[in-house]
């Protein structure tokens, strides 16, 4: 699996969008960009993936860049609740080679 | 809905004893089934993978095991437990494309 830059920590106000970056220059074609988030003392939780397009749901959007070496997870409207270590992992995805591999992950903190 | 259990949820054991976690999932038929360890202060390392009863892959050598005796059922087990082996263990089901994660067992050895 490719490997993932993410910043080590960020802050962000409550209310605010929280934006969270990762750099993943070379993720192959076959390649998903997911995004994980870990709040204290649980276990991880699936918030999103893309291959090329961008993707919304209920919990934040990504946007990845078109050459696919970047991307962004947008949480709109940051929340206590969302202070946690954000994981971006690239991964080949489903059946058995579906694995992922977590690095150290951005640690955002919403503030008051 | 889908439930992943894990149990129990926290456990004290001393070096050398034997060591086994268990991991159920419901509302589901043949999931991927994996282990994980995060050691404290320290990211998520994949232990094992199952992709169907009796298939086990082995990502990193050690001194766990782990065995799936059904199909919604993946067991983890040591013999001879090291304190090396303290650290959270999470047990995460996948349908296709994500997976979901339980509440985890959080194992100190001493």
């Known amino acids: 699996d490719a490997k993932t830059t993410q910043p080590t920590s960020m802050d962000c106000a409550e209310g605010r969008a929280a934006n969270l970056p990762c750099n993943h220059s070379?993720?192959?074609?076959?390649?998903?960009v997911y995004w994980y988030r870990q709040i204290h003392s649980q276990g991880p939780q699936y918030i999103i993936h893309?291959?090329?397009n961008n993707e919304t749901n209920e919990m934040a959007s990504l946007i990845i860049t078109e050459d696919r070496k970047s991307s962004t997870l947008i949480l709109p409207h940051a929340t206590l609740r969302d202070t946690a270590v954000y994981y971006c992992i690239v991964s080949a995805g489903g059946g058995s080679n579906y694995k992922l591999t977590f690095g150290k992950g951005t640690l955002l903190t919403v503030n008051p | 809905s889908q439930t992943i259990h894990q149990w129990p949820a926290t456990l004290v054991q001393p070096v050398g004893s034997p060591l086994s976690l268990e991991c159920t999932v419901e509302?589901?038929?043949?999931?991927?089934l994996y282990w994980y360890r995060q050691a404290a202060g320290r990211g998520l390392q994949l232990l094992f993978y199952s992709v169907g009863i009796g298939q086990i892959s082995s990502e990193v050598p050690q001194n766990l095991s782990a065995s799936r005796p059904q199909d919604r059922q993946f067991i983890l087990s040591s013999k001879k437990l090291l304190l090396s082996d303290s650290g959270f263990y999470l047990c995460?089901?996948?349908?296709?494309?994500?997976?979901?994660f339980g509440p985890g067992t959080r194992l100190t050895v001493l």
């Open positions: 893309g291959l090329k």
């Open positions: 995460a089901w996948s349908p296709e494309m994500s997976q979901y």
């Open positions: 509302g589901t038929s043949n999931p991927n």
């Open positions: 070379t993720i192959s074609g076959n390649e998903y």
